[in-house]
């Protein structure tokens, strides 16, 4: 396990908080992050950015190409382990095993001088996120993921567009895992919000800006997704599991934004083949 390129890293600590960026770059690997010692952290950001308010937590879960930005708290002279510690896959004991589900391996050592620099304590308001009216929504999609090769029943086609959506607007996209794999979803040049999981609210973890979201075995997810303000009608953008093999294999689409009325433009046909 490298952390940085490093293998079996440390992190010298002169502050008595500090701020960690996180982020999953393995191809499939599911980390469920935490200390050693269980002791809670402000979890303050996610892909797109800070949260509105920091949520106290102890785990933070990350699917391949998740970000997330904490600030813990250390005692002068100590020495703490962050630790990936077994996660939730969705999956029996079985099918567990082999996934990593049962998987507990130290990542990297953070050591606090004998004297720390005093901190200030994180605010409880961090910023204020712009808010997407549901009433106002252009349109909804339905996107099912499929076995380790399929979005919708179909495999990536470069000369294919899967959808246009028109610029500056708001759209639901409704995503579902049809497979008895673990997944994520991954989209190219926008952040949404997830408004529900499961048909219920979204947990605090997911509260913030997203691009990357983790949906096990037969997981839903409603999210809204603030299309950008630049059209291009022949320039797609795309949406894709992030485990590297599901996505090499075919599991990806893509989308164009275009200006209201102005129709998607043509690609030359270059058939994905895995």
Not at 57 to 62: G, I, K, S
Not at 65 to 85: K, M, N, T, Y
Not at 205 to 232: E, I, M, N
């Amino acid at each position: 396990m490298l952390v940085n390129g490093t293998h079996d890293p440390h992190l010298s600590i002169r502050h008595q908080r500090v701020r960690l960026r996180l982020l999953n770059a393995s191809t499939a690997r599911v980390y469920n992050l935490g200390f050693a010692d269980d002791r809670p952290f402000d979890l303050i950001g996610t892909d797109g950015g800070l949260l509105e308010h920091p949520h106290q937590t102890a785990r933070v879960p990350l699917s391949p190409g998740e970000r997330a930005e904490i600030v813990a708290a250390f005692r002068p002279g100590e020495r703490v382990v962050l630790r990936s510690f077994p996660p939730d896959l969705g999956l029996d004991g079985f099918q567990g095993r082999f996934a990593g589900a049962d998987d507990s391996f130290d990542l990297l050592q953070l050591r606090a001088s004998a004297t720390l620099t005093t901190s200030p304590p994180v605010p409880d308001r961090l910023v204020r996120h712009q808010q997407l009216d549901q009433a106002e929504v252009a349109t909804t999609r339905r996107l099912e993921l499929n076995g380790s090769s399929r979005i919708n029943d179909r495999r990536m086609d470069l000369g294919r567009i899967d959808h246009a959506g028109t610029v500056d607007t708001t759209e639901v996209w409704e995503v579902a895992n049809r497979s008895g794999n673990p997944h994520n979803f991954h989209v190219h040049g926008v952040q949404f919000k997830v408004s529900e999981q499961d048909g219920a609210g979204p947990p605090l973890a997911l509260a913030g800006w997203k691009d990357t979201v983790f949906l096990p075995p037969g997981a839903s997810l409603r999210l809204l997704v603030q299309l950008p303000g630049y059209s291009d009608p022949a320039m797609p953008y795309m949406f894709h599991c992030h485990l590297l093999e599901h996505e090499d294999n075919g599991m990806m689409g893509q989308f164009v934004v275009v200006q209201p009325g102005q129709p998607p433009g043509r690609l030359p046909s270059r058939e994905h083949r895995g």
